[in-house]
């Protein structure tokens, strides 16, 4: 069972406005991820991290920053929040399966809005 | 073009009916496979994870793998009305490529009761 957790669930907030979406998860992983889905589309990786102190941008340009600074927590910061940024943020964390490839466990989501 | 093809649907079935959903893709590296299930408003869990070509079962769940095709294949049998979800393929090309997932758009699957 995966124990990984978000908050906000839900934000809707002005333009202009900083932000921070949490992720925290209880399992001890050492990797860590952030994505993007807009409805009916697939995730798109936007941060993801190997450890304390690592962090490394994805495939999809984003205006977002992270850190981790301990090994449990993965926060997700926004400047200045745009109505282009308007979508669900979805944090992973993953383990080393012993095939040669992770298992990645997601949290369950923050739906942003921003007007 | 995208690296992994997936049927948006939506794909509407009765309960009991036998469903298939597919995913095919373009990078001849990835070698593991992945069906994750995505609830509304939730977060993707996983589903069934295969290793190369072949099948795997899993209770009412089986995936296949055909590298030569480049598809692959998540089978439900008995369908339920909770197996309503999004469906979502993932594949990896291992550590060896950095080991991330690239996703398929989802397969929006109802069962209606």
């Known amino acids: 069972e995966a124990d990984i957790y978000q908050t906000p669930r839900y934000l809707v907030i002005g333009t202009g406005k900083k932000i921070t979406l949490e992720c925290s998860q209880t399992?001890?992983?050492?990797?860590m991820y952030w994505y993007q889905q807009d409805p009916g589309m697939e995730l798109h990786l936007i941060h993801y991290?190997?450890?304390?102190?690592?962090?490394e941008k994805g495939d999809l340009s984003s205006e977002s920053t992270v850190s981790r600074i301990r090994t449990e927590h993965f926060p997700l910061t926004l400047e200045s929040a745009r109505p282009s940024h308007t979508s669900q943020y979805l944090c992973?964390?993953?383990?080393?399966?012993?095939?040669?490839?992770?298992?990645?466990?997601f949290g369950p989501g923050t739906r942003l809005t921003v007007l | 073009q995208k690296e992994v093809e997936q049927d948006p649907g939506p794909l509407s079935v009765p309960e009991g009916a036998i469903v298939s959903l597919n995913c095919t893709y373009s990078?001849?590296?990835?070698?593991?496979f992945m069906w994750y299930r995505q609830y509304s408003r939730k977060g993707p869990e996983l589903l069934m994870y295969?290793?190369?070509?072949g099948n795997k079962e899993d209770g009412r769940f089986t995936a296949q793998v055909d590298k030569s095709s480049k598809y692959i294949s998540l089978f439900i049998r008995d369908s339920q009305p909770s197996d309503s979800a999004t469906y979502l393929c993932?594949?990896?090309?291992?550590?060896?490529?950095?080991?991330?997932?690239?996703f398929g758009g989802g397969t929006r699957l109802m069962v209606k009761p």
């Open positions: 992973a964390s993953s383990e080393f399966s012993g095939r040669d490839t992770d298992t990645q466990y």
């Open positions: 399992m001890g992983h050492d990797k």
């Open positions: 991290s190997y450890g304390v102190n690592s962090t």
């Open positions: 990078n001849s590296a990835f070698q593991y």
């Open positions: 295969t290793y190369s070509s």
């Open positions: 993932a594949m990896s090309a291992g550590y060896n490529a950095g080991n991330m997932l690239t």
